[in-house]
């Protein structure tokens, strides 16, 4: 690296002049800024490639620069939003930093009123507290849209319909670029409404084949899905390397990983025996180890700017974008069964209730005595599955984790079970099946074992004073907490605010709700209030696990947070090379919020990737009569899901007949004027399947004997009237009981 020389001004210093300056920052204005001579120009241009590297600035286009994370100085923006108090918002229109954009910047308008959603301006870019503001220099010209669609041909001429099942629009084609009907591609807009057109810049395929759905979400949300050959290359190099000398050698240890049975990967695997130490009587020894991948993908290598670029790995039904080149997350970091694996190894001593006594990590060699997939673990324990290692070290595990699973229940964490949606695919890609995902005790036992691990090592972290970057879930606001209350109103089950909010509060409206036909949707109603969680080097504890210090250290395979966390362990206790550099400890806060939206991104594709094959499973039951239940109520319609297999489609209001229906916003209700049919949140209905797209993953539904003949809501529940009292509404019921 290189090291500047007296004349050449510090990081700092640099950093400080990129923040302060009146104009656009490049290579000749810091330069002048400090008086520097011909010679000292060379310096400066290794010193900002290596804060280039390092992640502490980034570079705008024209070369100026700017701080990691951040905007730059001058900038063209899009308009995406004005909002009820009329405050404009704004995004960057190109962003060609490593890194994702920031969050929306807040215009200040001279004149308010002048912007719309969709115009493009040169603005001057600042940071004010937690967020930007843009201060607007030039209206510029439209620029063209780009839209991911099919084409489709009508009366001789071509159209294309958005993936996006937010987009109702369709445009004109003007010029197809060698594409047919039916092909997926990339097109630009251009023009004004009502004569948009749009022009194919790239054919995809067809939208239909397999492997599409998957590829549609890579294309719409800029996953990078293809590594560089320096990375491959380095990738290569590094997986030969030996695993070196002074690991602790627990090749004789029969841990074992028990994962999915689809699971691409494998980042841990686990091992427990009762403690032998009179002073942990009835306790346990527990061994969580983790896949070294801080020994193989080394700061500011090739391979770890390709991982910091993606932030995670990002799973779908038909195949996975993985964080790390596939021969060092397939192959030589996953452990896998019988092979020596470098090994990030948690030792814990957890006491007879759970509680965790003592930990500490160490960097080994590990050889997994079997993979095992969640149902075979099961199985065995079950007696139902005959495996040499049931007794020797699954009864072990289970037996220890009765013991984790008491600090659990002690501690009350959020206990929303709902259920995953898994799409099975034969070999050729096609659907097979698209159902909930079984939930085992063997899941609960990895994710105690996972959970304890997580927890050492924040803790271990603090204790050396060390960076951690931390997984926090903070309490949910008040705002969304009254919308829970109101929500909750609707089925007649009471909730006070007063309280103090713990997880448990939240279990407590589970149980008292029981095994009622709606319990589902006050569970995701319930997850509908939380927060979102992110990552941050200041501790803010999460709320969900009811847990005061929560890092995220066991998957490092797929999740760049939990590489940082291992790099911070071995600098802080001296396990060798690849620990984090002070550059990264000092950036870790833009670094966390840059990860944490590259979370979101991944978890916007993954649920994307699944409606659409949910859409496609249902396109050969269109017009059938399904069991459905109402998650969503518009003044435009309402949404409901498919039982058992999931996908929300819209039953629009104009179907629903002849009378007008009230929207209630507050109950969010739709109330007929005349009949008093209610459709409400949480209503189990009986519909007809319209309409499924897999492209876009929309449904629509209609009425079981057509347009306009609303059904009684099959869960016997009485249609509801409303009526005012003392200003708000009421749910009174057509027999006279109130409830």
């Not at 308009?79 to 404009?88: E, F, H, L, S, T």
């Not at 696990?545 to 790099?567: C, E, K, M, N, Q």
Request: glycine share 10%; proline share 6%; with cysteine.
């Amino acid at each position: 690296m290189y090291k500047p020389k007296a004349g050449l001004p510090t990081r700092e210093q640099i950093l400080d002049f990129i923040a302060t300056s009146d104009v656009p920052a490049g290579k000749r204005e810091i330069a002048k800024g400090f008086g520097l001579s011909a010679q000292d120009k060379i310096g400066l241009k290794a010193l900002l490639k290596d804060m280039a590297d390092e992640g502490l600035i980034d570079s705008a286009p024209g070369r100026a620069f700017h701080k990691m994370g951040g905007v730059p100085k001058v900038t063209v923006l899009r308009i995406v939003d004005v909002d009820d108090g009329g405050n404009v918002w704004a995004v960057p229109e190109r962003w060609e930093a490593e890194g994702v954009p920031p969050p929306r910047l807040r215009v200040r308008e001279r004149k308010r009123g002048a912007l719309g959603v969709g115009e493009r301006i040169l603005a001057r870019t600042e940071e004010a507290g937690n967020g930007w503001i843009a201060h607007p220099m030039k209206v510029l010209a439209p620029a063209s849209e780009q839209v991911l669609g099919v084409l489709r041909e009508d009366g001789g001429r071509l159209w294309l319909t958005g993936v996006d099942k937010r987009e109702r629009r369709e445009f004109a084609v003007a010029d197809a670029g060698g594409a047919a009907p039916g092909d997926l591609v990339l097109a630009e807009l251009a023009g004004k409404p009502p004569k948009i057109a749009a022009r194919v810049v790239s054919k995809l395929g067809d939208p239909f084949a397999a492997r599409s759905f998957s590829l549609i979400a890579i294309h719409k949300l800029g996953i990078p899905d293809v590594f560089s050959q320096e990375a491959l290359d380095e990738a290569e190099r590094v997986s030969k390397l030996p695993l070196g000398e002074g690991r602790e050698d627990l090749r004789d240890v029969p841990i074992v990983a028990i994962d999915p049975e689809d699971a691409r990967d494998h980042d841990d695997a686990v091992w427990a025996e009762a403690d032998d130490d009179p002073a942990n009587a009835g306790g346990w020894k527990a061994i969580v180890a983790i896949a070294d991948v801080s020994f193989y993908v080394r700061p500011k290598s090739e391979v770890d700017r390709e991982a910091r670029r993606r932030g995670n790995s990002v799973y779908f039904p038909d195949r996975v974008v993985p964080m790390l080149p596939e021969i060092l997350s397939a192959e030589v970091c996953s452990l896998k069964e019988g092979a020596d694996r470098a090994a990030l190894a948690c030792h814990l001593r957890i006491g007879k209730d759970g509680s965790l006594k003592s930990w500490r990590f160490t960097r080994a060699v590990v050889r997994i005595a079997a993979n095992l997939a969640y149902e075979e673990a099961q199985a065995a324990i079950d007696g139902t599955l005959d495996l040499d290692l049931t007794e020797s070290v699954l009864r072990p595990l289970w037996a220890c984790w009765q013991s984790l699973a008491k600090a659990r229940d002690a501690r009350a964490p959020l206990d929303l079970d709902l259920p995953e949606r898994r799409v099975v695919l034969d070999e050729q890609g096609r659907i097979m099946s698209v159902s909930p995902r079984e939930r085992l005790d063997a899941h609960r036992l990895i994710e105690d074992y996972m959970i304890a691990a997580n927890v050492a090592a924040a803790k271990a972290l603090e204790a050396k004073k060390a960076p951690v970057m931390y997984r926090i879930h903070e309490p949910p606001s008040r705002e969304k907490m009254m919308a829970l209350k109101e929500y909750l109103e609707t089925f007649d089950v009471p909730f006070a605010l007063g309280q103090v909010v713990r997880p448990a509060t939240f279990n407590h409206i589970i149980e008292r709700i029981g095994d009622a036909d709606f319990r589902p949707q006050v569970m995701e109603q319930i997850l509908r209030t939380q927060t979102q969680a992110y990552y941050a080097p200041g501790n803010h504890g999460h709320f969900g696990l009811s847990l005061g210090s929560y890092a995220h250290f066991t998957s490092p395979i797929r999740r760049y947070a939990d590489l940082l966390v291992h790099r911070s362990l071995v600098s802080a206790y001296g396990l060798g090379e690849g620990g984090l550099p002070a550059d990264d400890a000092a950036n870790m806060e833009s670094v966390g919020e840059i990860i944490s939206r590259l979370e979101r991104r991944a978890m916007e594709a993954e649920r994307d990737t699944t409606d659409r094959y949910v859409a496609a499973f249902l396109s050969e039951r269109v017009g059938q009569v399904m069991d459905v239940r109402i998650t969503g109520v518009t003044n435009f319609g309402f949404f409901a899901t498919v039982e058992g297999i999931g996908g929300d489609g819209l039953m629009p209001v104009r179907d629903l007949g002849g009378e007008y229906f009230r929207f209630d916003e507050g109950a969010r209700t739709l109330t007929g004027e005349h009949s008093g049919d209610v459709f409400a949140q949480g209503q189990a209905l009986e519909l007809r399947l319209a309409e499924a797209n897999p492209v876009s993953g929309a449904l629509r539904f209609e009425m079981p004997e057509g347009k306009g003949a609303a059904p009684p809501p099959r869960d016997g529940r009485k249609p509801v009237r409303q009526i005012k009292h003392r200003g708000r509404p009421m749910n009174i019921r057509h027999q006279g009981k109130r409830r």
